[in-house]
């Protein structure tokens, strides 16, 4: 099977692996993170956690493809957490990981499920690391 994704945390580790083997699979590859993704079809800078921007990520596949196959949702706030004991994590920090790793792929998931209902077949996946 074949089609559009939007691969979420897509610039760099394992986001960056999902993207590579999509394509080569043949899917048409939107990435999605807080910076540019290279070798994809379409990136769209996106904070996940901001569901205005995964409305935008969301009505730019569309526009630039016109539909929505699936959804990989790789997105998590790991990399620049400072190893430390747990009780040092302040609440700033705690905040961002946690909303990331699980408010994120609700709000991306969300506008995806609509257009993947509209136009698409529907597909989504979590990635959990």
């Known amino acids: 099977m074949t089609g559009v994704v939007v691969v979420t945390g897509s610039a760099s580790g394992l986001g960056r692996t999902y993207c590579r083997a999509l394509s080569d ?3 048409t590859v ?11 079809a379409l990136s769209v800078v996106t904070d996940v956690s901001d569901r205005r921007q995964t409305e935008r990520l969301a009505e730019e596949a569309l526009e630039r493809f016109g539909r929505i196959d ?3 949702n790789n ?7 400072v190893k430390r004991p747990f009780e040092e994590i302040d609440d700033e920090e705690w905040s961002r990981s946690s909303t990331s790793t699980s408010a ?3 709000s991306a ?5 609509r257009r993947c209902a509209a136009g ?3 597909r989504s996946s979590t990635s959990r690391r």
């Open 120 to 122: 698409g077949t529907g």
């Open 25 to 27: 699979a043949g899917w």
């Open 104 to 106: 994120a792929p609700g």
């Open 30 to 40: 939107v990435g999605a993170d807080l910076r540019e993704t290279d070798n994809v």
């Open 75 to 81: 997105a998590a706030y790991y990399t620049p957490i």
């Open 70 to 72: 699936a959804l990989v």
């Open 109 to 113: 998931r969300e506008p995806s499920r």
